[in-house]
């Protein structure tokens, strides 16, 4: 499993943290996120808007962001083109103080991912990865009436019919059938 650090999701918040409680950012993001995973293949830039607001510990982010990953169907295993969005609320975390340096306390429950470097950068390329994971649905369907594959000879049919004879019922289960 792969994880690419190399793009623009990096965020600089050293004047915002220098700033009051409740001070906001926004801004566009667009950004090629094609490499964020070996497991995932994603088809367009990551899109949308982003809030980044002073908390009285941190940094809440706020994001709305849209991109598209080629999943595949469950039903007639065909690749196809499924547009996520992701609404992402997170609080990162400052691994130093802003106006000392001095390096701060780790709490038991932030993540590495959720914590602002020494630098004053936040970085949500694990947080965009973790949601574009949780965006996707468990039983991807190219289209909701996907005929799928036949189970006997595995034509696709939503291009084809194949000659194949019904299922017959199972003798052990005729009895069921007489209950309908």
């Given at each position: 499993m792969?994880f690419a650090?190399?793009?623009?999701?990096?965020i600089?918040?050293a004047q915002l943290?220098?700033?009051?409680?409740?001070?906001v950012r926004?801004m566009?993001l667009y950004?090629?996120?094609?490499?964020i995973d070996d497991?995932?293949s994603?088809q367009?830039?990551?899109?949308?808007?982003?809030?980044?607001?002073?908390?009285?510990?941190?940094?809440?982010?706020t994001a709305s962001?849209?991109a598209?990953?080629?999943?595949e169907?469950?039903?007639?295993?065909?690749?196809f083109?499924?547009p996520?969005r992701?609404?992402i609320?997170?609080?990162?975390?400052?691994s130093?103080?802003i106006?000392t340096?001095a390096r701060l306390?780790?709490l038991d429950t932030?993540?590495?991912?959720?914590?602002i470097?020494e630098?004053?950068?936040l970085?949500?390329?694990e947080?965009?990865r973790?949601?574009i994971?949780?965006?996707?649905?468990?039983?991807?369907?190219?289209r909701g009436?996907?005929?799928?594959?036949?189970?006997?000879?595995?034509?696709?049919l939503?291009?084809?019919r194949?000659?194949?004879?019904?299922?017959?019922v199972?003798?052990?289960?005729?009895v069921?059938k007489?209950l309908?």
């Open positions: 792969g650090r190399d793009f623009g999701l990096r600089n918040v943290l220098k700033g009051p409680t409740g001070a926004r566009d950004e090629d996120i094609t490499r497991e995932l994603i367009s830039p990551l899109a949308g808007s982003l809030t980044v607001i002073r908390t009285a510990d941190g940094v809440l982010v962001l849209d598209t990953t080629e999943l169907c469950c039903r007639c295993v065909t690749p083109a499924a996520v992701l609404e609320e997170e609080e990162f975390h400052p130093v103080d106006h340096g306390p780790v932030e993540e590495a991912a959720t914590t470097d630098q004053h950068f970085d949500l390329a947080v965009v973790q949601a994971f949780l965006a996707q649905p468990m039983h991807p369907l190219c009436d996907c005929a799928g594959l036949c189970s006997q000879c595995g034509k696709d939503n291009t084809e194949c000659q194949c004879v019904a299922d017959s199972d003798t052990r289960l005729e069921l007489q309908l």
